[in-house]
Each structure stands twice: as structure tokens, then as C-alpha cells.
């Protein structure tokens, strides 16, 4: 196995964080550009108000539950040369590796059609390459280590899928719930559990109160109820210490929001006309938005529409019952393309993820795809990057049709890859026997049969059918799994 062993990755990537935080002590104390996120400023802000008994939204732009905060208490703490302040980001890179771990974890586990047929348990080795692709990638280490808690969260997310995978539903909600009162838009994930914990058994009735019955199970009324119990109390909680305030800035503020710096979204350009038009001295000069309000609502309100429209509907209809991690995927991914607001952090919500859907993933089976996806989608993002930098350090008006076509084009390729996880996920439901393009050759009597399924290798031993016609599929390791003839 040589270097490919849990201890050594994780060592390893214990290490690789180390050295990104140490460097970033040295930039941030020599050099002009700061190496830590504005963000980790807000945080230890906000942490630094709890610590003298205020509300951490006294603290402008601090738009998170105050639990953040409280984690961030000890940045406050005098000492150790003020190595204390840096608390937070060695939490956020511990959590990314937390993350980590779990992705290993369920990737070890039943993977293919989780929940409805036997299937197979990774390798040691094909587990840690895949779960390396969110372990030792430097752009999340780079975000975690400036102080960015994206990877807090996606060590709850992961927790979650783990639960979900291992048929915890008590432990899902409650996963589900922290992360939904973190931050909101892990609430796109429900259906999906939902429809997951269905019961194998068909309905006893085609009639209305018996499907009713069956599908409220056990596990999902338990998950509900858990998911339910965790959001709503953290919330009382939080009500009870900081009122509405608390509302305002970790949920309402998120409908109306117009950020529109280092934003992706092609609502960006939109966004900056309204913040202009929000900031002008001269309320009589009518602006675009101005001029639109008086027949729509305004943009920022509407742009959740065809968003959660298929983040959180059409996609847990269509595919949440063939491959569950898989699909959270596609749905955060459908969440942050189409997100009013996109910026490079939001990216891991969708990259903790990755790993799960890759051993299924035609971008690994055709290795030229997937070469092409991940240049379109670096590429997209330099594009995107040269025309924001003539914009906002320059002075240069770069709105139409630079910066608009560029967020276009950002928009287009994440299109274009969702496409193919939606199509991969929906192969996995069809139940292709042996496998996509898979061939098995069986020798006289008993013999074994090697071919690639899903884009990992299958194993299977058959054994020849009394009068020597058939055979029974008498164990595979494959994505399906599922017990078969072969004529």
C-alpha cells in the first residue's frame, strides 16, 4: 500500500496546513497584502463583544449565528505573543480535516445504490485518492488557513451524509439542523434525506391514506423531528440572548443581500446598480433598478426563484433515491451556480463533497473530460478575475459586456458540469447489471469474471446453472450489486 495509508494522509495534511498557517503569520506581518480574510477579522470582532458581555452584531457586516463567536472566544485571550488570535483558523483547518476523515469513512462504506441492494467497500487505497481530492487540495487549505469557516461547515455536512449512509436518521437531523441554523442553505438537503429513508417494503394499498402511512416511516418521522428539535431550539436560544437582531443578520439579511464584490453570479452587474442606486446622492436621477421597481419586485428577492427551484425540488425528485451523496452534490452545486451571490469560499460547499461522486463520475472514467472540465472551470474563473481586477483596481467600467459575459461564461461551464453529475447519478439508477460498459467472461463450470464498472474494477465469480444453462452471480464487488443470471 506504501504511502497510501489513513495515518500517513492525514499527517500529512496536518502538516501541509501547518505550513500554510505559518506562512501565513509571515505574510501577514511583513508584507503589504494581508495573507488573512477580511472575514476572520469579523468573526474575532464579534468574538471579541461576546467577550465583554455585548452582541457580536454590534460588530457591521457580522451576518453568522452567534455560535461562531463563541468558538472564536479564545482569539480574545491574552498571551502567548498573541498566537491565541490565531485559534479560529487552526479550528477551521482541524475541521477540514475532520471532513476529511468522514469522506474516507463513507467512502469505505456501501457505495452504488445505498440503502436497496449489497454493494461494494472501497479499498484502503482508492478511498484515501479520492478523499485526498478535499484533504490535500491547496485551495481548500488556502481558504481554511486564512480564516475562513467554510470548513467548519463541511465537516457538519459530512457528518451528516455519514449518519444519513449509516441509517442514524436521529444523528442526520441533528446534523441537518446545526447546519441549516449555521448557515441556511444546507436546508436544500431535506428532501433529499427524506426520500432517502424509504422503506423497502411497497405500499400494502394503492390508496391515498395507505401510501400516506407508508411514507411516514419511523426514520423519517425521527429525522424531522430531530432536524426540527436541533433548528428551532438553537434559534430560541439565540432569540433569547440577542433578539431580533440575531434574525436580521443570520437569516432575513440573506433575502436582500447585494454584495456584488468578487461576486461570479451574473446578477453581479445587476447587484452594482442596485448598490449604487441604495448609495446615491441624488435620489432624483433614476437608475436601472429605480426604473424596474416600479413594475417588478427587486432583483435580489426573486433571483432565489430558479434556484431553489432546482436545488432543492427538481433535483431530490429525480435522483435522490439512486445515489444520495451524489446528489447533494448536484443540488449544492445547482445552489451555488445559480446563487445571487458566488464567491470562491462557496465553492467548498460543493467540493467536500466531490470526492463522494468521483468513484462514479465519468470526468474519471474519461480522463481527457475531465481535464477539460476542471480547465474550463479554472479558466472561467481567470476571465471572470482579469476583468473584476480592470474593474476594481484599475477604475476601468468593465460592466457590459466584460464583466456580465464573464459571469456567463462562469455560469455556462458549471451548467455544462452539473449535466454530467445529473447524467452520472441517473445511470446509477438505471440498474445496468454488470455495470457501465462493463464485459464478463465466464469459463466452463465455475470461473471468475474482471471488468471496469462505474469507473472502479468489478469482481465477479459465477458458477454454472443445473443442465449447464445459466449461472448465478454468486458475489460481486460492483456498484449495483445486484444478484443476476448470466445466460
Known sequence: MGFWRLS?????????RLGFLIYGLVQDKYSAVKYTDIDYLVFTDAARYISY?????????????????WILLPTTWQGLEGAWFSFGKVIFAAADIVAGWLL??????????????????MTEEQALKYASVWLLNPMVITISTRGSSEGLLGAMVVAMVWAAMSRRPALTGFFLGLGVHFKIYPFIYAPSLLLFFSSTAHPPSTAFSARTRHFLNRDR????????????SLNWAMYALYGFPFIQHTFLHHLTRIDHRHNFS????????????????????PSTPTL???????????AFLPQLSLSAVLLPLILSTQHLPSTLLAQTWAFVALNKVCTSQ?????????????PYSRFVRRSWLGLAALGLWVGAQGVWLGEGFRLEFLG?????????????????????????????VGVMGMGMGMGMGMEVEVERGKGKGKGMGMGMEVEVEVERGKGGEGGEIKDRVGTSGEKGEIG
Do not use: C
Open 8 to 16: 500517513y494522509i492525514l499527517i500529512l495534511s496536518s502538516l501541509l
Open 53 to 69: 458581555g455585548q452582541s457580536p452584531y454590534l460588530r457591521e457586516t457580522y451576518r453568522y449565528t452567534p455560535l461562531l463567536a
Open 104 to 121: 474516507y469513512l463513507v467512502l469505505r462504506m456501501e457505495s452504488g445504490r445505498i440503502g436497496r441492494e449489497k454493494s461494494q467497500h
Open 221 to 232: 418521522i425521527i429525522l424531522t423531528i430531530t432536524a426540527s428539535l436541533t433548528f428551532t
Open 266 to 285: 451574473p446578477y453581479n452587474t445587476l447587484l452594482y446598480a442596485s448598490s449604487a442606486a441604495s448609495h446615491s446622492p441624488n435620489p432624483t436621477v
Open 292 to 302: 424596474l421597481s416600479t413594475q417588478l419586485p427587486p432583483l435580489e428577492s426573486l
Open 346 to 358: 462557496y465553492f467548498l460547499w460543493y467540493l467536500v463533497l466531490l470526492p463522494l461522486y468521483l
Open 396 to 424: 476601468e467600467s468593465r460592466f457590459v459586456p466584460g464583466l456580465w459575459a464573464a459571469g456567463l461564461g462562469f455560469l455556462a461551464v458549471n451548467m455544462w458540469v452539473l449535466g454530467g453529475v445529473v447524467g452520472d
